[in-house]
């Protein structure tokens, strides 16, 4: 039998020209220089494939702190920033040792969410790290200027040696979110469970 999760940790490899991972909620306590130096690598990225506005440097500095709003423990988010495309689409990613049906109550817990759409959901087989279940749904939010704002929030789930693999994603710029769907999986995929679990 393997170890815990909890007592090996895990590790994820992920391509840098298309996800930024937020600095975790230890590290902004630790520094509170590094949520602003954050934001500045962000524009650097930005600008690294099209030269910025000032109104763009503007709403991506607005959408990076929004971001950094949401760090908290035990939670790996990566910014999927694909380059010349503004973003706010956030993926979260918690591996954790899985327990009796957690998945199944983490499936009905997302899909009761009353003010979204009839959830979709698709089973999902990967090659390396096991099978569960994609759930996309869309639910109105009324912004401050009174328009309609539609969010779009995934959740993959899958199960794989006793750990339990969870991907949230949420996003406004919808047409971005679509181009995620063909990244999402292969980046599930990037997540180096240690030998000691896998056993």
């Known amino acids: 039998m393997g170890e815990s999760l909890s007592e090996s940790g895990w590790d994820l490899n992920y391509d840098a020209a298309l996800f930024i991972p937020l600095p975790s909620a230890e590290e902004l306590a630790a520094d509170p ?3 602003p130096m954050w934001v500045g690598e962000v524009l650097e990225h930005y600008a690294a494939s099209a030269p910025l506005t000032e109104g763009d440097r503007q709403g991506l500095t607005v959408t990076a702190e929004a971001l950094l709003s949401m760090a ?3 939670v790996m988010r990566l910014w999927f920033a694909p380059p010349g495309f503004y973003s706010d689409v956030l993926v979260s990613l918690v591996v954790t040792d899985a ?3 957690s998945a199944r109550e983490i499936v009905q817990r997302v899909t009761e969410n009353p003010g979204a759409t009839a959830p979709d959901g ?5 090659d390396t790290h ?9 639910a109105g939010v009324q912004a401050q200027d009174s328009s309609a704002l539609l969010v779009a929030q995934w959740d993959l789930l899958l199960h794989v040696h006793g750990v339990l693999i969870a991907a949230n994603v949420m996003a406004t710029t919808l047409p971005v979110l679509a181009q995620l769907e ?18």
Do not use: N, Q
């Not at 698709?122 to 990967?126: N, P, T, Y």
């Not at 063909?182 to 056993?199: M, Y």
């Open 122 to 126: 698709i089973a999902i087989e990967s």
């Open 72 to 74: 908290e423990p035990f």
């Open 182 to 199: 063909g990244e999402l999986l292969a980046l599930v995929e990037g997540i180096v469970l240690p030998d000691a679990v896998i056993a």
């Open 33 to 35: 220089e590094r949520g």
């Open 99 to 101: 327990e009796g049906d």
């Open 130 to 138: 096991g099978s569960g279940v994609l759930i996309r749904r869309t």
